[in-house]
């Protein structure tokens, strides 16, 4: 245990101390709330162009109404025209395009052509395609004696809120939306981090196999407890980066949100409210919702669950990084039982993806909760949908019992590939080293 202890130490302070972690601690979360002020600009800047799209429309047969000639709509402004614009003069201006429409029967509309010497983006097109059938349609109720008013009064309003009974006969409100943003972010989050500090601890065992230090190092401490020192100090790492992660990209994004006035109370969404009108009590309705969606979530059975299976993942496929880190010379040599056994994983996010959004509380997904390679990601995802804890620890204690077995399993490998070189190992190779005795 004092071995152990020592290896830890010596892995953690290690590397926690160099220059290349402190900077990618400092920069990553630079790098993710850059990301997100360039998203959260670009989403607050768009729509805001101060140039209109003149649309000379072309109507053969007298389709649109001639209300069409007074609007505006998403940047496009309507002139009717007698005779076709000429195309020396579309391509001359960038800000000008050719509606023409050959339809007689309003019930078909099948001839547009929009001529412009630019291609315009699917979000004007989709808005033009819309205003155009609604000006038709409202053409064709008129006909019929019918106005919007009266259409909009015979149309059911179907609403229902989401609620969640719990144990103690209250019903909690429930937004799925949000739980399965959640379950899929944090499943990602783990997802992704096994691989990087999993892959930390094989390729610093490949380091000092390399560099012929662990000879040294064997010489006083046994296999087992260096790769369980090892793998334990690497996991420490990874905490402190990420608990560092949270805590500084939270403070930046929470800075650059009342720079770009995303705030609460200066969002548009809010003002929106604010404003009052038909759709205030709408608009109140989702916030109060989504409001106390938020604070239903089982915060402390998320959280838990997370750190249990984060490094109880972790724990399990570092160990197999681990013995892999062993047997190999370099890095190259890796691939080959990287994939097979980095394959139950990707499998499970998978798994994870369905369970969020297809049936979080099934068949499929609860085996797979179970499943020790596969229950860190799909157990992740599935917590915010309310699942038992005797559900959670029976999985996690599944979890840390294989990573026991995986531990002694791949101490057997690494006790022979940490001192093997130059040749090439075979899975046959893993298994005789399994068997051998000492």
């Known amino acids: 245990m004092k071995n152990i202890r020592i290896i830890f130490k010596r892995e953690y302070l290690s590397r926690i101390k160099n220059k290349s972690f402190i900077l990618l601690t400092l ?6 709330v850059a990301f997100y002020a360039a998203v959260a600009f670009i989403a607050v800047q768009s729509g805001k162009s101060d140039e209109y799209t003149q649309v000379n429309y072309l109507d053969e047969h007298n389709i649109l109404s001639e209300a069409v000639n007074k609007d505006t709509l998403s940047n496009f402004i309507f002139h009717k025209v007698d005779h076709p614009t000429e195309m020396k003069e579309l391509l001359d201006n960038e800000y000008l395009a050719l509606l023409h429409i050959k339809d007689k029967d309003r019930l078909s509309i099948d001839s547009l052509e929009f001529i412009s010497s630019q291609t315009p983006s ?13 000006d038709i349609f409202t053409q064709s ?5 019918i106005t919007n008013k009266q259409l909009d009064e015979l149309k ?11 144990l103690d006969g209250d019903l909690k409100s429930s937004n799925s939306g949000l739980k399965s943003g959640i379950g899929m972010f944090m499943a990602f989050i783990i997802y992704i981090f096994i691989f990087i500090y999993g892959s930390m601890v094989m390729r610093s065992t490949i380091e000092e196999k390399t560099n012929r230090i662990v000879e040294v190092i064997v010489s006083s401490v046994k296999p087992f407890d260096l790769m369980l020192g090892k793998i334990l100090g690497v996991a420490a790492v990874g905490l402190t980066q990420f608990i560092a992660w949270i805590v500084l990209g939270t403070g930046l994004i929470t800075v650059i949100s009342l720079v770009l006035g995303l705030s609460a109370g200066d969002s548009s969404f809010y003002q ?14 989702t916030v109060s919702s989504l409001i106390q969606s938020v604070e239903s979530l089982p915060f402390a059975k998320i959280i838990t669950v997370f750190l249990l299976f984060f490094v109880g993942g972790y724990l399990l496929y570092s160990s197999l990084f681990a013995a892999i880190g062993s047997a190999v010379n370099q890095d190259s040599d890796t691939q080959q039982f990287m994939f097979p056994v980095s394959l139950p994983l990707v499998f499970g996010f998978i798994i994870a993806q369905s369970a969020v959004f297809q049936d979080p509380n099934g068949a499929i997904a609860k085996v797979f909760s179970y499943i020790p390679f596969t229950s860190p990601v799909v157990m992740s995802a599935r917590v915010a949908f309310g699942i038992s804890w005797l559900e959670i620890f029976t999985s996690f204690f599944i979890l840390i019992a294989t990573f026991l077995f995986m531990v002694w399993l791949s101490a057997r490998i690494y006790r022979v590939g940490i001192l093997m070189y130059g040749k090439k190992p075979k899975w046959k190779d893993f298994a005789k080293w399994i068997i051998r005795k000492n």
């Open 122 to 134: 699917i979000t004007k097109i989709s808005s033009l395609q819309s205003y155009l059938t609604d």
């Open 27 to 32: 920069i990553t979360p630079l790098i993710f």
């Open 156 to 166: 059911p309003r179907v609403k229902f809120k989401t609620l969640e009974a719990k």
């Open 141 to 145: 109720l008129g006909e019929l004696n």
């Open 272 to 285: 929106e409210i604010a404003a009052g009108g038909e759709n205030t009590a709408i608009a109140n309705d």
